[in-house]
């Protein structure tokens, strides 16, 4: 064996294996994108969370993280790691875990997501569940901000208009919503022959009524059907989608409506469609879950019992 073959050459042994728990603080980083939400699910303060990711980037001799202003992204290596570790690390979360005490009741399931689209399909869906013993907590909220709070540890559960970016969080599609573009019958009937005569610029002379300024949904509906942009500034903004439909019912204007939300006033005539195309905006809607094996039967039932129903929304 030459030298420079020799075992006890300095240098030449294989580094150790990161640590079990610097491991596990890498993954929390990893799902929560901030040291600040790692800490919080951690239980560890964050000086602390940072300290052990920069021992762990020395031992690897590798960045993991690139600093945000908020939050951290993970680079490639990082992406290579968790893909690596997660599964053994949560399989072994899940065979440490505490187990459950005879009859002890599970905690709170936390779902979360938009409150016209809990209210109106998940609720009732999940209510065999709750006269069955499962406990819930819901809150609503905007996609974005719901899922930072999912990343933080704050929900189990959160149903999201967008699929969120990244490998961190699992997301499968949930539902599709098809938009339709309404009004109540005494504005339909002014509006039939205008509709049919000047198309949808004879609804600028309509009060609209909306979500919020800048028009999200209307402002989709304009582009995809009518592939023009919508110019009409809101006459009424409601940041609750029941509240646009009441509103609209008592004939306030006209507005674009998930048909979910508006299918009964649809079928009773209360609210009359004003356009029907063959190929309406649609938009999916996603179920995610929180990162890591669940140590909460309940949130697996919740999340199948939520699958299921929505095939007949």
Known sequence: MSQSDSPDRAGAAAPHPPDLNLLRTFLAVYRAGSFTGAAQLLGLSQPTVTTQMRTLER??????????????????????????????LDLLAAATGPDEEPGRTPAP????????????????????LVADGVRLRVATGLTDALLDELRA??????????????RALSAVPLTDEEFVLVAAPAWAERLREPLAADGPSALHRVPLVTYAEDLPIARRYWRHVFGRRLSCPAAVTVPDLRGVKAAVMAGAGFSVLP???????????????????DDPPINTAFLVQRPGVPDN????????????AARTW
């Open 153 to 166: 540890g704050r929900h189990d559960l959160v149903v999201a208009t967008v699929r969120p970016r990244g």
């Open 109 to 128: 399931v936390h779902l979360a997501g938009p409150a016209e689209f809990l209210c109106t399909c998940a609720l009732p869906a999940l209510a065999p």
């Open 297 to 308: 039967p309940h949130v697996t039932r919740v999340r199948e019992h939520l699958l299921r």
């Open 59 to 88: 031992q690897t001799g590798r960045e993991l993280f690139q600093r945000l202003p908020r939050g951290v992204a993970p680079t490639a290596v990082a992406d290579e790691l968790a893909a690596r570790v997660a599964p053994g």
């Open 259 to 277: 048909r979910y939300l508006c299918a009964e006033e649809l079928a009773a005539g209360s609210l009359v469609p004003l356009h029907e195309p």
